[in-house]
């Protein structure tokens, strides 16, 4: 189905979200009050925008957004490179073209944009798995961004200098402070990963879903020989930055008390979960046990000094041993 700049656009995309369980909205503009439009059923739960300074200099999108999406539970998420226009039902719905979230993108005005834009209802699971490795490349935006993207709009001077300059200058904010929760394993174990994996075109949506997040996750893109798969899947999860500052921290907890020292109970993990990682919608909806539990699998599983139990029935421990 094709949407043209003379239909109603708003309407369509209204619909659209208001059919989905959860969406998800990758666009390189997005204007605050149109998006607001589309959004009546707040389904959106993430967001990806491109936010180039020289583009919110401008106004091609809305700073405000960030605002919105704190107020309504969006993970919202900067690209620079993205110039995509895509709602996406998170499964195989999609909305894709022309049209950014704007009012001449999207209002049928008379100043408006000429927009092609098309609705379908087959998208492949390499097409899935495509635009979900865009947000392996994407950055939080938390306060601490917004607020240097705030300073650097205020304080700029738009004259004939401003159009000529090169905007290499300004930080691209690739680092962020701690992890996403997102950051973490999905899928039970890693058995259980390669199950999944061989069986990728006859999955459940949610078993899809999980699935390729932990493919883009761990950077799995080709099966073959179980081994070989085991290995790369090995190496990624071991080189994670998450899982290596995690374990670091079970290794240094209790370092001066040596008859606990490299061991983290569930108290401990929950503080520094608290310390270090920021909430983001995930694919599986787990309590922090249930990540706790699946983190402690994934890591005894690839490294043979850790191991988990729980002791006196109530409280799960890791624990670090040097072999």
């Known amino acids: 189905m094709f949407l043209l700049s003379s239909d109603d656009l708003i309407s369509l995309y209204t619909q659209f979200t208001d059919d989905c369980d959860d969406a998800t909205l990758l666009c390189a503009y997005i204007k605050t009050e149109e998006l607001k439009k589309i959004n009546v059923s707040k389904k959106i739960t993430s967001i990806v925008v491109r936010w180039n300074v020289k583009d919110l ?45 704007s009012k001449r993108g999207l209002d049928a005005i008379r100043e408006s944009n000429l927009e092609f834009n098309k609705l379908d209802n087959s998208l492949t699971f390499k097409e899935r798995l495509y635009l979900q490795s865009v947000f392996s490349s994407s950055i939080l935006v938390d306060d601490s961004l917004h607020e240097q993207l705030k300073s650097i709009i205020k304080n700029t001077e738009i004259n004939q200098d401003f159009f000529e300059e090169s905007f290499d200058k300004y930080p691209n904010y690739i680092g962020r402070v701690g992890f996403l929760l997102s950051d973490l394993p999905q899928i039970e174990s890693p058995v259980e990963f390669y199950k999944l994996f061989s069986n990728r075109e006859s999955l459940s949506k949610v078993n899809e879903r999980i699935l390729i997040h932990d493919m883009v996750l761990f950077d799995i893109h080709n099966g073959g020989i179980s081994g070989l798969f085991f290995e790369r899947l090995k190496m990624n999860f071991n080189n994670h930055p998450f899982i290596v500052e995690f374990k670091d921290a079970v290794k240094r907890n209790h370092a001066n008390r040596p008859e606990r020292a490299g061991s983290m109970n569930f108290g401990a993990v929950r503080l520094w979960f608290a310390e270090n990682t920021t909430t983001v919608p995930t694919p599986r909806p787990f309590e922090l046990s249930e990540y706790v539990q699946v983190l402690y699998t994934w890591i005894c599983y690839f490294d043979d000094e850790f191991s988990w139990s729980v002791p006196g029935g109530h409280s799960q421990v890791i624990q670090y041993r040097a072999i």
């Not at 999406?69 to 998170?90: G, S």
């Open 57 to 101: 200099i401008l106004g091609s999108s809305d700073l405000d957004l960030f605002e919105y999406c704190k107020e309504n539970n969006i993970a919202l998420f900067r690209n620079e490179r993205l110039h995509m226009k895509v709602l996406w039902d998170n499964y195989n719905r999609i909305i894709f073209g022309s049209s950014n979230i």
